[in-house]
């Protein structure tokens, strides 16, 4: 069973910048693709940035194109969103997904517990 564990969340002041982590406990993930979603009150959970197994291939929702920017270290079974210009409206719990297909367009199996992400303006 893989467990994706979410780390790196907390409250920022708008225009700052936060790095979450994720790190997959189970099993390896380095042949599977990963995603991060996120989840503000009141709202459904939406699509944040995508990434493939090797890293070459990478999806971004418009709202944070040019400011988030997600990676992977296969070697340390992790990957990380980089979020950088934060604003009030990237308050949300965001949630790290796993794939059982090398290719993020093939959706998410798996899904951590979520680490929140507060943005003060």
């Known amino acids: 069973q893989v467990q994706p564990v979410e780390s790196g969340g907390g409250l920022v002041q708008a225009g700052g910048s936060l790095r979450l982590s994720c790190a997959p406990s189970?099993?390896?993930?380095?042949?599977?693709?990963m995603g991060w979603f996120r989840q503000a009150p009141g709202k459904e959970r939406e699509f944040v940035a995508a990434?493939?197994?090797?890293?070459?291939?990478?999806s971004y929702a418009d709202s944070v194109k040019g400011r988030f920017t997600i990676s992977r270290d296969n070697a340390k079974n992790t990957v990380y969103l980089q979020m950088n210009s934060l604003k009030p409206e990237d308050t949300a719990v965001y949630y790290c997904?796993?794939?059982?297909?090398?290719?993020?367009?093939?959706?998410?199996?798996?899904w951590g517990q979520g680490t929140q992400v507060t943005v003060s303006s």
């Open positions: 997904a796993v794939s059982s297909h090398p290719d993020y367009r093939h959706g998410y199996d798996y």
């Open positions: 189970g099993r390896t993930f380095s042949s599977y693709a």
């Open positions: 990434i493939s197994w090797s890293g070459g291939s990478t």
